[in-house]
C-alpha cells in the first residue's frame, strides 16, 4: 500500500464548477497536510496546509481533514482555466520530524 | 518564505559523466532537502541536508551515488555521479521555514 494516494487523473471539470480533490493516507499518526500545485514544467507551490480535523477555507480552495478516515481533501470553487494543473498531496509523517510524503498527483483540466 | 534559486536550470549529459547541482537560498535554513521527480512522477525524497553534518539519505539513495555537500545555511550541492539514463530526473532543492518552499529545479536528461 502506497504511503499517501491520489487519483492520477486527468480529473475535468467545467470552467465555474467545484473540482474536489482527494488524498488518502496510511501512516495514522500523520499530522500535517498539505496541497501543492504543479504546473508543467514548474517545481510545487504551496496551496494549503491542514492540521486539524474540519475545513480550512483560503479564498477559492478548501481543504478537508479526516483523521478517522484518514482523508484529506482540497475543493476549488469556480474553477478557472488557470487552475489546470496537477496536485500533489503530501504528508508530513510522525517520527520523522521534517520528511513530506508526496502522493503521486492529480491532474485538473478546467475545460471552457 | 524562501527564495531557491538552482543551477543549472537543465542540461544533458553523456552516460558515466557526473554533474553537481547548485541550491542557493536568500536566508539561512538549517534542513535543505533534495528530491527527485521522474517523469510522469511524484517527488521522491533522496536526502536530507544537514549543515556540519553527514547527509541523511533515504532508502534506495546512497552517498557514492549521490554525494551532497552543505557547507552553509544558506547552500548545498547535489552530485550525480556516474550517470545512466535513468537518472534522467528533474532535482528539486526544497527548505523549510514556516513552510515547505521548492526551487525551479534542474531538468537533467542522461543520454
Known amino acids: 500500500q502506497k504511503e499517501v494516494e491520489q487519483n492520477s487523473g486527468p480529473l475535468s471539470v467545467p470552467e465555474g464548477a467545484i473540482a474536489s480533490l482527494n488524498c488518502t493516507y496510511s501512516d495514522r499518526g500523520s499530522q500535517s497536510f498539505f496541497w501543492y500545485r504543479q504546473y508543467s514544467g514548474k517545481s510545487p507551490e504551496l496551496i494549503m496546509f491542514?492540521?486539524?480535523?474540519g475545513d480550512k477555507e483560503d479564498g477559492r480552495f478548501t481543504a478537508q481533514l479526516n483523521k478517522a478516515s484518514q482523508y484529506v481533501s482540497l475543493l476549488i470553487r469556480d474553477s478557472q482555466p488557470s487552475d489546470s494543473a496537477t496536485y500533489l498531496c503530501?504528508?508530513?509523517?510522525?517520527?520523522?520530524?521534517?520528511?513530506?510524503?508526496f502522493g503521486t498527483g492529480t491532474r485538473l483540466q478546467v475545460t471552457l | 518564505s524562501a527564495v531557491i534559486s538552482q543551477k543549472p536550470s537543465r542540461d544533458i549529459c553523456q552516460r558515466g559523466t557526473s554533474l553537481t547541482i547548485q541550491c542557493q537560498v536568500d536566508?539561512?535554513?538549517?534542513?535543505m532537502f533534495w528530491y527527485r521527480q521522474q517523469p510522469g512522477q511524484s517527488l521522491t525524497l533522496i536526502a536530507t541536508?544537514?549543515?556540519?553534518?553527514?547527509?541523511?539519505?533515504e532508502s534506495g539513495f546512497v552517498i557514492d551515488k549521490f554525494p551532497i555537500s552543505r557547507p552553509n545555511l544558506t547552500f548545498s550541492t547535489l552530485t550525480v555521479s556516474n550517470m545512466s539514463p535513468e537518472d534522467s530526473s528533474i532535482y528539486l532543492c526544497?527548505?523549510?521555514?514556516?513552510?515547505?518552499?521548492f526551487g525551479p529545479g534542474t531538468r537533467l536528461t542522461v543520454l
Open positions: 526544497s527548505v523549510r521555514t514556516d513552510t515547505q518552499y
Open positions: 503530501a504528508v508530513k509523517n510522525t517520527g520523522t520530524a521534517s520528511k513530506l510524503t
Open positions: 491542514i492540521y486539524s480535523n
Open positions: 541536508a544537514n549543515q556540519g553534518s553527514e547527509a541523511t539519505y
Open positions: 536566508s539561512q535554513v538549517t534542513m
